[in-house]
Nanobody, 127 residues
């Protein structure tokens, strides 16, 4: 059974940085499209970034463009989300997701297409 485990969350000051990691096991990264989502308190879950099986990274939402960078290390089975210049509005639970969907899929696609989810890692940005 495929599992996703996120780590790297924490509390930072505005302007700070964090790097989130998502490990997929067993080693099947090449089979899956991968994505990061987040859910702020009292809000719905929103897509943040995604990468398809062919390593295409979809354009980022305007809310994070220029500040967040998604990358994948196939050798280590780890998906990363580097987050710089963090703002209080980035405060949320961040989730890693995976999908074997055979067509084009992104963080903007219906979330029902993302069938495997991690437990989440909390990011809090506050002064």
């Amino acid at each position: 059974q495929v599992q996703l485990v996120e780590s790297g969350g924490g509390s930072v000051l505005p302007g700070g940085s964090l790097r989130l990691s998502c490990v997929i096991s067993p080693n099947t990264y090449q089979k899956y499209n991968m994505a990061w989502f987040r859910q702020a308190p009292g809000k719905g879950r929103e897509g943040v970034a995604s990468i398809e099986k062919n390593n295409y990274i979809h354009p980022y939402p305007d809310s994070i463009k220029g500040r967040f960078t998604l990358s994948k290390d196939n050798a280590k089975n780890i998906l990363y989300l580097q987050m710089n210049s963090l703002k209080p509005e980035d405060t949320a639970m961040y989730y890693c997701a995976a999908s074997e969907y055979p067509g084009t899929i992104s963080h903007r696609s219906p979330q029902s297409l993302w069938t495997i989810w991690g437990q989440g890692t909390q990011v809090t940005v506050s002064s």
